[in-house]
């Protein structure tokens, strides 16, 4: 087989069109062209076209992955769903090579996904640490890598909970109750907010 001609794509002049034998036979990045030694009239074995093709998936597939990264940091588990949703014939093998290719480059790491998740949500969205538990579960993350990363925020539970309940601007116990109980707020801290707000004399019924 011969690669016949190699041609820019029109809408997007980053990848080729590599033709074979006067076909058409794979788009891919134009920096793979170096990368393979690529050229027009060059040899090639059915196993080297093969290798082409899965170049070009496994540029496409890495390309989304960075794209779905940029709008925020994701979890493995995120990207790993995403990629196979959107490539929804390509193999584990190839979902693999993008994950490993992106931790090496330290664009995906669950342990700085956690924290900066954490962070996040005691920023703009403040929860208790079961409720943040859940959460990092849901995205994928190792029991032991929200452990540490829940360990090592120092952010007071009492803290977020009061601040909550300021912004909020309630006094009525069974609604103080409800709030942060639904936020993940542990009893005792539900506790020492309404003391601190002076509702120490409720017994329950």
């Known amino acids: 087989m011969i690669i016949t001609k190699l041609e820019y794509q029109k809408r997007d002049p980053n990848r080729v069109n590599v033709f074979v034998d006067g076909n058409f036979a794979v788009g891919i990045d134009a920096n793979e062209v170096l990368n393979l030694k690529l050229y027009a009239n060059k040899e090639i074995s059915q196993e080297e076209l093969n290798n ?64 900066w998740f954490v962070d996040q ?23 032991e890598i929200i452990k540490k990363v829940l360990s090592e925020d120092e952010t007071s539970e009492f803290e977020k909970a009061l601040g909550l309940i300021s912004k909020k601007k309630l006094t009525d116990r069974e609604k103080i109750i409800r709030f942060l109980g639904s936020r993940g707020f542990p009893w005792d801290i539900i506790n020492d907010v ?11 019924e």
């Open 194 to 204: 309404i003391a601190k707000i002076g509702k120490t004399n409720y017994n329950d």
């Open 121 to 143: 949500r005691n920023t703009f969205r403040p929860k208790g640490k079961r409720v943040l538990e859940q959460e990092l579960r849901i995205k994928g993350i190792k029991p």
């Open 52 to 115: 082409i093709v899965g170049q070009s998936e496994f540029g496409k597939m890495f390309n989304f992955a960075i794209n779905f990264i940029s709008f925020r940091p994701r979890s493995e588990y995120e990207v790993r769903f995403r990629l196979k949703r959107k490539f929804k014939d390509s193999g584990p093998g190839q979902n693999d090579d993008v994950i490993n290719k992106l931790k090496k480059i330290k664009l995906l790491d669950d342990e700085v996904f956690a924290k």
